[in-house]
């Protein structure tokens, strides 16, 4: 960190700042999240701020340049990024097995690293971050669509009572490739229908299409009552 700073450092560091939370705020924007561009340039706006604060409080009068080893310079940074962590758990929800929102505040909690960076002076570092961060949100959104990941479904069909369809629908669904288990066995709306619910998994990429084709071949064969897909690779 500079021990002198100019208002020209100041006015270079604050505009990095918004450009680097415009770069990265307008990737989460375009994707409906809630923390999009004006929060992202916010966040990154504090902890530039609070940095270029500290530094024009390094004052040197009256001190050796000894004196310096001895200062706590990391006291600020962590403060700012412990009170980023609350904002950050604050756009994580979830609901059931699903939970959305991590990415939005891994996001947050870089902008504001970056956000130390550049209000420090560290104008290299914050803008190669900058562009690390970029990078990881667009190129390798679609790396990360062609992960094959787990998914899962609560399938619920009505069947007559004392049919073999606990374990017909496994036998049904394993070639191809779906795996399910049996999980519930409740009375239907009369005496003369059963509900049966499975637990359907199978992995695939979050680029390949839902599981339509498994909707159809259940729905030839059984009345389907719900299909709820209880997980989602998205965060």
């Not at 009369?190 to 049966?196: E, T």
Request: glycine content about 12%; some cysteine; aromatic content about 6%.
């Amino acid at each position: 960190m500079p021990l002198h700073t100019t208002w020209q450092d100041v006015v270079v560091r604050l505009v990095l700042t918004m450009i680097a939370g415009a770069m990265i705020g307008f990737n989460r924007g375009v994707r409906g999240h809630a923390a999009g561009l004006r929060t992202t340039i916010l966040v990154g706006l504090a902890a530039s701020v609070a940095m270029i604060q500290a530094n024009i409080l390094l004052s040197i009068d009256g001190k050796t340049t000894g004196s310096f080893a001895v200062m706590d310079l990391m006291r600020l940074p962590l403060g700012i990024l412990t009170g980023v962590g609350f904002i950050g758990g604050g756009a994580i929800l979830r609901r059931g097995d699903l939970v959305t929102g991590v990415t939005t505040a891994a996001t947050l909690w870089m902008m504001t690293v970056i956000g130390l960076c550049l209000g420090g002076g560290q104008i290299g570092l914050g803008m190669t971050a900058t562009g690390l961060t970029i990078l990881t949100l667009w190129a390798l959104k679609w790396l990360d669509m062609w992960i094959p990941r787990e998914n899962r479904v609560m399938l619920v069909v009505k069947v007559e009572p004392g049919s073999s369809s606990i374990s017909d629908i496994p036998a049904l669904l394993a070639p191809m490739g779906y795996k399910a288990q049996f999980r519930r066995h409740t009375r239907g709306d009369d005496a003369q229908q059963a509900k049966l619910s499975f637990e359907v998994f199978w992995r695939n990429p979050e680029i390949m299409s839902q599981p339509a084709d498994l909707l159809k071949l259940v729905n030839e064969r059984y009345q389907v009552v719900s299909f709820e897909l209880t997980s989602e690779s998205r965060h």
